[in-house]
């Protein structure tokens, strides 16, 4: 932690420091996040070197991966802190077209990569770039931008709450083309969760709720496979070698972990009981590991880094930096919603999605999408200490140009 600050101090001139004593960046946000990050990197080191060694003939292959990860997340996060939030305000509708864009190539033979019959990934070599994961963010971008240009009329009436529907239901199609059901659960939730902060009524938001669970429930009717993971979330065991295996496998984890667990790698789930051990169920070998102790630990890791973000939110309201506080509760909604959803399912308490922790999991996509964000709510904590400390917040040089080319033109 330490080290974090002094090296963000470092790279922070003297005239655009804050004062002694004064954080460049939240210390508990930062804090919080860094700890997942690791954490994550010790439990896929623990969960995935018996299914690296059978699949891969190496017992690293997947550590390797995480960790180039993990150092690709840190650069994007470095570079991301550096961008003034006005420049993403500006290019609000170009990220969500260029996110629309992910999500058609998806569906392009060759392009797209199918896995375990899902159409989620864009293949890069070595390397699969999930688009859901990409355009979730550029739809909070959108979103915040919208809600600040039209503010008044999301506040006045029907239309300023319709209009963010038109962007969200074409991604929602592309989505349901991959499919990925969880991801459009996330994003609509989302965009309603940043509506009703921008001042949607609480008779506006019941209406778009029910509708959300009517078009959902009919959306989750509508295919076999959906139904059959609610027939085996509602009674796991009725098929535990069958449609119940994950749940079921994953239960036992959690009763094999009591309070304090087995010890650091010392799961048998991981070997070979527990399908996607090392992804989508890492929080199970976490919890049969280190016990119910440290799955609540994890918990209030995820608690503080959303309250903090929220409260960062609720700081630029109060400056009146309306389009800070729409994306840092967009943020904080993804992460919130992927870290509940992914500890639902792991517990038994939602049906299976393939939603990754948010900086825990493994896959690169959300990683650096995660650590990316973060770094954004980071910037926008900076920008607001440097606001009312009365100081000129950083900006690179490249940047400072390329923003003077840009007013100039306007």
Request: glycine fraction near 10%; charge should be positive; aromatic fraction near 10%.
């Amino acid at each position: 932690m330490k080290f974090a600050l002094h090296w963000l101090d470092a790279l922070l001139p003297a005239r655009v420091r804050p004062p002694s004593g004064v954080a460049p960046v939240d210390p508990l946000l930062l804090c919080c996040a860094l700890a997942l990050m690791l954490i994550g990197l010790v439990m896929i080191t623990s969960a995935s070197m018996d299914v690296a060694a059978r699949d891969f003939g190496s017992p690293g292959h997947f550590i390797l991966r995480h960790g180039l990860f993990v150092l690709m997340a840190l650069v994007a996060a470095s570079v991301a802190i550096l961008i003034p939030v006005r420049t993403w305000e500006r290019y609000s509708f170009a990220l969500l077209v260029f996110g629309l864009i992910l999500l058609a190539l998806v569906l392009v033979p060759g392009i797209g990569r199918e896995v375990n019959g899902s159409r989620r990934w864009i293949g890069l070599g070595p390397i699969n770039l999930q688009a859901s994961e990409i355009a979730k963010a550029c739809m909070v971008i959108f979103i915040s931008a919208y809600l600040v240009r039209r503010l008044d009329e999301v506040r006045s009436g029907w239309w300023g709450v319709v209009k963010p529907a038109l962007p969200l239901a074409v991604y929602g199609v592309a989505l349901l083309m991959e499919p990925d059901y969880g991801a459009m659960v996330v994003m609509v939730a989302t965009v309603a969760g940043m509506v009703f902060l921008g001042g949607m009524r609480l008779l506006q938001l019941t209406v778009v709720v029910l509708l959300a669970l009517v078009v959902g429930g009919m959306l989750a009717l509508a295919q076999p496979y959906r139904i059959e993971r609610l027939k085996s979330f509602s009674d796991p065991w009725a098929d535990p070698f069958g449609a119940g295996y994950q749940l079921s496998q994953a239960q036992i984890a959690f009763g094999r972990g009591d309070w304090f667990g087995t010890g650091l790698g010392n799961s048998v789930q991981k070997l070979f009981y527990l399908p996607e051990a090392h992804t989508d169920f890492v929080y199970s070998v976490l919890a049969e590991e280190l016990g119910l102790v440290g799955a609540l630990l994890i918990i209030v890791l995820y608690v503080l880094l959303v309250a903090r973000i929220f409260i960062i939110g609720r700081q630029a309201e109060k400056q009146n930096r309306f389009y800070m506080a729409y994306l840092t509760y967009g943020f904080g909604f993804i992460i919130a919603g992927q870290a509940l959803i992914n500890i639902g399912v792991n517990v038994g308490a939602l049906p299976t999605k393939g939603l990754t922790l948010p900086l825990l999991s493994y896959g690169g996509s959300s990683l650096l999408v995660c650590a990316t964000m973060i770094a954004i709510v980071l910037r926008v904590d900076y920008e607001l200490k440097c606001e009312r400390l009365k100081q000129p917040p950083l900006e690179m040089p490249w940047l400072r140009r390329l923003l003077r080319i840009e007013e100039n033109a306007s």
